[in-house]
């Protein structure tokens, strides 16, 4: 089948689910003014990000159903960064980066206020709640008698952090994501099998009982993402995130990192890496069989679906891939993979907490709203029984309604690990409402995060302690955050200055040697 015919299928199948729940959508709507002809007016809609030449994806995915159901509503969609404007700047110089708060501040207030705020990101939710930009919905959420206790806890728990306590935004979906396991590996190892509520420890016990074998025969016990190699600073941060670890002061002119908390949490992964039972980056280099041999795998250097790694933390969306996997395990001549998930590891002290929650379709009633009761139904409707079982279908997202968490047909697996943990106070690194305010305030505060970045790769590399490169980091990033006080965004040519490594720009002794006596220059970054 070429693309334009699955393409033409894909869309004739969606028009015929539409066309199911259209009668039914009609119908819940069909009372009071929402069609009242002499009764017309404008539904302002801001979004994060968008282009007012092409609005088509956005009005399929919110508004479509809800302007057939309510015909004398009209829908203005505001973004407020346009893409379309963002592509014709002179490229050739510095842009400035884009300060998003400022930019969702300027359609939200003003003569022409947006209705409705859709906020992509949940640490933008806490600032507008706390300049006061939304309106609490929990007056309006008892008027109509919505019932919370439908929705997903973890879902409605992380919206009233931002909120303290309150609710200024509901979500239809969410994505989550849960410790996947190779439960073939475990009973061939005669591991027990992983289970809901395992701490880090844990989980990284097991993974030493369940590695094996050497060089192309290596099976490893874990891996911290979906694809393979966790020896990068991007899979240490999601990590260690919910401990809430700091790289610098409130300030950003103090260096934080040189304790005994960062220490442990560096050596536990590099000692993880060391043993062999998380893989190296060069782990995922292993060539396939050229020649007759040869076959082409999609799924190549994902460990764990190839049934390299016993298990590993990957998102919903990675069950479209197993499943698909298993669909055409003999044309790829795969073993079908046997598979089941468990919640997210906890780290001690933290009991309960680890979900990593991604809530990016949060709506909520702009303060300034010139229209507020049409907003607060647009938010109703998108969070209504019937837009929830349309949206129940997608396999990249979950259902933030409880009745509409299901596992797939045909499939069996543990779904409430997606939904027990709830969310970690903090996701990503300095990712609080006032570090968001001070990266925009000085950008080049991201420096501190490439030096950590090459020390990290040091110490996975085995080419220092984490004891020495955390004090290095120390040292050097206190140098760095004063440049960066006297220069914030400007050009900052000597910031990783002292920190290169010597044994060659993270190239491990080993490795060293043997490029140089191959031949290979070996070059100092």
Same mark, same amino acid.
């Given at each position: ?94 842009? *400035? ?16 206020? =947006? ?13 507008? =709640? +706390? ?50 396991? +190779? ?8 591991? *027990? ?59 950003? %002119? ?32 292993? %060539? ?97 029984? %019937? ?15 409880? *009745?509409? =968490? ?42 501190? #995060? ?36 006297? #220069? ?8 990783? +200055? ?11 002794? *080993? ?13 100092? +970054?």
């Amino acid at each position: 089948m070429n693309k334009q015919a699955g393409k033409t299928r894909k869309w004739v199948l969606t028009g015929m689910t539409l066309s199911l729940l259209i009668p039914t959508l009609a119908a819940c709507n069909s009372g009071g003014s929402a069609n009242d002809p002499d009764n017309r007016r404008t539904l302002r809609i801001g979004t994060m990000y968008g282009s007012k030449s092409d609005e088509s994806w956005f009005r399929q995915q919110f508004t479509d159903m809800f302007e057939f159901t309510h015909s004398n509503i009209d829908i203005e969609v505001v973004p407020a960064i346009d893409y379309s404007e963002m592509q014709f700047e002179d490229q050739s110089k510095q842009q *400035e980066p884009v300060d998003q708060m400022a930019k969702l501040k300027a359609i939200m207030t003003g003569s022409n206020p =947006v209705d409705v705020m859709i906020i992509n990101d949940i640490s933008m939710l806490g600032q507008l =709640v +706390n300049e006061n930009l939304l309106k609490q919905l929990d007056p309006m959420l008892k008027e109509d008698k919505m019932d919370l206790t439908e929705f997903v806890p973890t879902v409605i728990d992380g919206i009233k952090e931002q909120g303290d306590g309150f609710l200024y935004a509901l979500t239809p979906t969410f994505q989550s994501s849960a410790l996947y396991y +190779n439960k073939k590996l475990f009973t061939a190892r005669g591991v *027990e099998f992983p289970q809901d509520g395992m701490s880090w420890d844990d989980v990284f016990n097991l993974a030493k009982r369940m590695k094996s074998g050497e060089g192309k025969d290596s099976v490893f016990g874990f891996t911290f993402n979906q694809w393979g190699a966790g020896d990068n600073f991007w899979d240490f941060q999601n990590f260690a995130a919910p401990l809430q670890l700091r790289m610098y002061d409130d300030k950003g %002119e103090t260096m934080t990192v040189n304790t005994p908390q960062w220490q442990t949490l560096w050596e536990t992964v590099a000692q993880l890496k060391k043993d062999r039972v998380t893989p190296s980056q060069d782990d995922m280099n292993y %060539e396939q069989p050229q020649g007759e041999d040869y076959r082409y795998n999609p799924f190549q250097g994902q460990l764990f679906l190839t049934g390299k790694s016993a298990m590993t933390i990957g998102d919903y969306g990675l069950i479209n891939q197993i499943q698909q996997m298993n669909d055409n395990s003999e044309k790829l001549k795969m073993e079908k993979l046997d598979w089941d998930v468990v919640t997210i590891p906890f780290h001690i002290g933290m009991e309960g907490f680890g979900g990593n929650i991604s809530l990016s379709q949060l709506a909520g009633v702009n303060a300034n709203a010139a229209n507020t009761d049409d907003a607060w139904e647009f938010i109703k409707f998108m969070n209504g029984k %019937e837009w929830a079982k349309l949206k129940s279908r997608s396999t990249y997202e979950l259902s933030a309604r409880k *009745e509409f =968490v299901k596992v797939r047909d045909g499939m069996s697996y543990n779904i409430d690990a997606f939904t027990k943990m709830k969310p970690s106070p903090s996701q990503y690194f300095h990712s609080s409402i006032k570090d968001q305010e001070l990266l925009r305030e000085k950008p080049n505060l991201n420096l501190i #995060n490439e030096m950590g970045s090459m020390l990290f790769m040091q110490v996975m590399q085995g080419n220092k302690s984490a004891k020495d490169a955390l004090a290095l980091w120390q040292e050097k990033g206190n140098d760095l955050l004063q440049k960066i006080k006297n #220069n914030p965004k400007g050009n900052i040519d000597d910031a990783f +200055n002292g920190i290169q490594d010597i044994n060659g720009g993270g190239i491990s002794p *080993e490795k060293r040697a043997l490029m140089e006596a191959a031949g290979e220059a070996v070059i100092v +970054n």
